[in-house]
Every structure is written in structure tokens, then in C-alpha cells.
T-cell receptor
Framework: SAVISQKPSRDICQRGTSLTIQCQVD?????MFWYRQQPGQSLTLIAT?????????ESGFVIDKFPISRPNLTFSTLTVSNMSPEDSSIYLC?????????????FGQGTRLTVV | AQTVTQSQPEMSVQEAETVTLSCTYD???????LFWYKQPPSRQMILVIR??????QNATENRFSVNFQKAAKSFSLKISDSQLGDAAMYFC????????????FGKGTKLTVNP
């Protein structure tokens, strides 16, 4: 099963600035996913990142606001650009890997972002 | 679009007792996958149990079992012999593909376990 290291674990940022979140996996994976979890809410998929191609964004999310890089099969970054207080959320990286015989999602521990 | 509904924002259970968390979903697909994830205060999302829609038999994992009612589009989680470590947010999730692509999550149920 995949082990995911996500950095930073938390940050407090000024509005108008940008934050880049890193996701490192201990094995090569084809697809990586970025989710947002707003306070008291569920997880919402932001985009799917494949190595060597543009990320695929879900409805309501755009590349200018959430640019994603996927330089190789073990690493991805999500940038939250021009932040506002509404961007305060937990951001989670996820990968698909084979666990106990079944393919399942593994998640990083998330980045708690507070925008002031 | 698929939707997942968890109607219980919070639940509580006494240690060693049994609790059932509810989940309903909406889809027009005939083959899909359902999951229950646990999110403790550490924020780590942990897969508790999964159910494949084409399997009629309800999935079980030790103290965790599901009641999958495909016609009713219901997927409840039963936790038996509740332990203090079971306290967490529990999310029901749907995927139209075998792995985990594009998981659609419910809003979650906060489970408290009282000693």
C-alpha cells in the first residue's frame, strides 16, 4: 500500500499570496488526486493529475486558481493562488494503489490552510 | 451526477455497544463501488470497508459490516463492540470505477464513543 507524505501539514497565509502543497508517494502511481475539505464539509475533488499531461479539473475549479504539477510518477504539487479567506480548507492528496488485493485510495494527512 | 447523503451529522455510542451509520446515494449506474472512510483528528483518511455493487453479499471487516440495499440505494455501516479508538468522522463514498477514481463523498457523520 502507498505511503503518502504531504507538506506542509498546516500553514497560515496572508490573502493575495500563494501556497504550494507537495505530495510525495513512496511508490510509482499513475494517477494522483487533489481534494479540498472545507470546514465542517465533505471532501470535494479538485483535479486529477497524470504524469506527463495537463491535470483534469472538476467543475468549479480552474487551473489559474489551482495550478498542479506532476513531474514524475511519485510527486505532485498543488498551488492555491491569490488566496482569500474562502480558500481556508484542508487540502488532501490521494493516490490509487493496490492494498489488500483490491485497488483503493490512499490519502496524505492533509494540509490545513488558514487564510487571514 | 452521483450524490451521497449522510443524514446523521453526529452520532454517539457507549463503549462496547453497537452503532449504525446511515448512507444513501443516487446513481443511474448499475455497477459501482461504495466505501466507508474514517477520518480521526489526525486528518488521515482510512478505508474502513468497501462494497462492490454487483456483489449481493454484504462486506464485513472484523467489527465493521455493511447493510447494502441496492434497490433502496442504501449503504449503512454497523460498528459492533465499539471502542474508544472508533471515535472519528465517518464518510460514505461512491465511485463508478473499481479503484478510487473520482470518489464522491457524503458530508460525514461525527461518531463519539462514550466510555
Amino acid at each position: 500500500s502507498a505511503v503518502i507524505s504531504q507538506k506542509p501539514s498546516r500553514d497560515i497565509c496572508q490573502r493575495g499570496t500563494s501556497l504550494t502543497i507537495q505530495c510525495q508517494v513512496d511508490s510509482q502511481v499513475t494517477m494522483m488526486f487533489w481534494y479540498r475539505q472545507q470546514p465542517g464539509q465533505s471532501l470535494t475533488l479538485i483535479a486529477t493529475a497524470n504524469q506527463g499531461s495537463e491535470a483534469t479539473y472538476e467543475s468549479g475549479f480552474v487551473i489559474d486558481k489551482f495550478p498542479i504539477s506532476r513531474p514524475n510518477l511519485t510527486f505532485s504539487t498543488l498551488t492555491v493562488s491569490n488566496m482569500s479567506p474562502e480558500d481556508s480548507s484542508i487540502y488532501l492528496c490521494s493516490v490509487e494503489d493496490t492494498g489488500q488485493g483490491d485497488t483503493e485510495a490512499f490519502f496524505g494527512q492533509g494540509t490545513r490552510l488558514t487564510v487571514v | 451526477a452521483q450524490t451521497v447523503t449522510q443524514s446523521q451529522p453526529e452520532m454517539s455510542v457507549q463503549e462496547a455497544e453497537t452503532v449504525t451509520l446511515s448512507c444513501t446515494y443516487d446513481t443511474s449506474e448499475s455497477d459501482y463501488y461504495l466505501f466507508w472512510y474514517k477520518q480521526p483528528p489526525s486528518r488521515q483518511m482510512i478505508l474502513v470497508i468497501r462494497q462492490e455493487a454487483y456483489k449481493q453479499q454484504n462486506a464485513t471487516e472484523n467489527r465493521f459490516s455493511v447493510n447494502f440495499q441496492k434497490a433502496a440505494k442504501s449503504f449503512s455501516l454497523k460498528i459492533s463492540d465499539s471502542q474508544l479508538g472508533d471515535a472519528a468522522m465517518y464518510f460514505c463514498a461512491y465511485s463508478s470505477q473499481g479503484g478510487s477514481e473520482k470518489l464522491v463523498f457524503g458530508k460525514g457523520t461525527k461518531l463519539t464513543v462514550n466510555p
